[in-house]
């Protein structure tokens, strides 16, 4: 194998990394590589001719200079990921999974159906960017295999969610109401930061897509947990906890199918994306 560092002046922003990792998923789908977009460079691990490369980036209005060519041997290959994604998704997988043991604890106290589907669903969010983050740097192929399998996790925990609903409806149950609004208001605002570390992603390739779609939907399900916590306190009813368990269930379904039918679209050659340094940075 080859390593060959390439210097691109053109490249300084994240949708530029995307595109040559794109197009080396064409050329070489064994390659790696390792970005330092401060720098502007590009440490590629290839088996093809460095030439090859060179004319690729070209094409795409992406010219580089090659600084240093060497031969490598297979142990010296680092295991590597984009630090951009890798890190948002970071983030985000730590945001959710301790969400998701705060509302599954409470919700199983507090007998709301409501905080436990949110909870299930944090928890399929945590498979989504575990995955997704598995899926960082590698081939195409695996990134949509990462989104296929995000989709199915989703299903069937929004299953499980509709299974406790009809049990809490047939067994009955008091659900509290300050703690569904509480824990929910919480739920809210870590989601509302998800959704910020992950908006510069959203129209990324089909893993961060996925991730993008399941931090939108949990605002939604979040202020429907909320507004069905007012709803108990008022009626004194637990029709309200049970409702919006089963929406959260049906939400939480859609979102899967969605990754699902999202996984098995094929992507087609890159084309140069619009970025500029002041939108990027």
Same mark, same amino acid.
């Given at each position: 194998?080859?390593? %060959?560092?390439?210097?691109?002046?053109?490249?300084?922003?994240?949708? =530029?990394?995307?595109?040559? =990792?794109?197009?080396? =998923?064409?050329?070489?789908?064994?390659?790696?590589?390792?970005?330092?977009? +401060? @720098?502007?460079?590009?440490?590629?691990?290839? +088996?093809? +001719?460095?030439?090859?490369?060179?004319?690729?980036?070209?094409?795409?209005?992406?010219?580089?200079?090659?600084?240093?060519?060497?031969?490598? @041997?297979?142990?010296?290959?680092?295991?590597?990921? /984009?630090?951009?994604?890798?890190?948002?998704?970071?983030?985000? #997988?730590?945001?959710?999974?301790?969400?998701?043991?705060?509302?599954?604890?409470?919700?199983?106290?507090? =007998? @709301?159906?409501?905080?436990?589907?949110?909870?299930? +669903?944090?928890?399929?969010? %945590?498979?989504?960017?575990? #995955?997704?983050?598995?899926?960082?740097?590698?081939?195409?192929?695996?990134?949509?295999?990462?989104?296929?399998?995000?989709?199915?996790?989703?299903?069937?925990?929004?299953?499980?969610?509709?299974?406790?609903?009809?049990?809490?409806?047939?067994?009955?149950?008091?659900?509290?109401?300050?703690?569904?609004?509480?824990? %929910?208001?919480?739920?809210?605002?870590?989601?509302?930061?998800?959704?910020?570390?992950?908006?510069?992603?959203?129209?990324?390739?089909?893993?961060?897509?996925?991730?993008?779609?399941? @931090?939108?939907?949990?605002?939604?399900?979040?202020?429907?947990?909320?507004?069905?916590?007012?709803?108990?306190?008022?009626?004194?009813?637990?029709? /309200?906890?049970?409702?919006?368990?089963?929406?959260?269930?049906?939400?939480?379904?859609?979102?899967?199918?969605?990754?699902?039918?999202?996984?098995?679209?094929?992507?087609?050659?890159?084309?140069?994306?619009?970025?500029?340094?002041? %939108?990027?940075?």
């Amino acid at each position: 194998m080859y390593k %060959s560092t390439i210097k691109i002046s053109k490249m300084d922003c994240p949708s =530029e990394i995307k595109m040559i =990792e794109g197009l080396m =998923e064409g050329l070489d789908g064994n390659a790696k590589m390792e970005f330092d977009l +401060d @720098s502007r460079i590009v440490h590629f691990y290839h +088996d093809i +001719d460095n030439q090859r490369i060179l004319a690729a980036l070209k094409s795409i209005s992406l010219p580089g200079e090659l600084i240093i060519f060497e031969e490598v @041997s297979e142990n010296e290959v680092p295991e590597i990921a /984009p630090s951009v994604e890798a890190r948002t998704l970071k983030y985000l #997988l730590i945001i959710n999974f301790t969400m998701f043991i705060i509302e599954i604890i409470i919700g199983i106290y507090a =007998e @709301s159906t409501g905080l436990v589907a949110d909870g299930l +669903d944090m928890l399929a969010d %945590s498979f989504v960017y575990g #995955l997704s983050l598995y899926a960082v740097g590698r081939s195409l192929a695996m990134k949509h295999k990462a989104a296929y399998f995000s989709g199915i996790m989703q299903i069937t925990l929004g299953l499980l969610c509709l299974i406790e609903v009809g049990r809490k409806f047939y067994y009955g149950s008091e659900p509290l109401s300050s703690y569904m609004i509480v824990i %929910s208001l919480l739920a809210l605002i870590a989601n509302l930061l998800c959704l910020i570390l992950i908006h510069k992603h959203k129209d990324g390739e089909v893993h961060m897509k996925a991730s993008w779609i399941f @931090s939108a939907n949990d605002v939604i399900v979040n202020t429907g947990v909320i507004i069905s916590g007012v709803l108990v306190y008022f009626l004194k009813s637990n029709a /309200p906890d049970l409702i919006i368990g089963g929406v959260v269930s049906i939400i939480v379904i859609r979102g899967g199918i969605s990754i699902i039918k999202l996984s098995k679209i094929k992507t087609t050659k890159p084309v140069k994306e619009s970025c500029c340094s002041n %939108s990027c940075n």
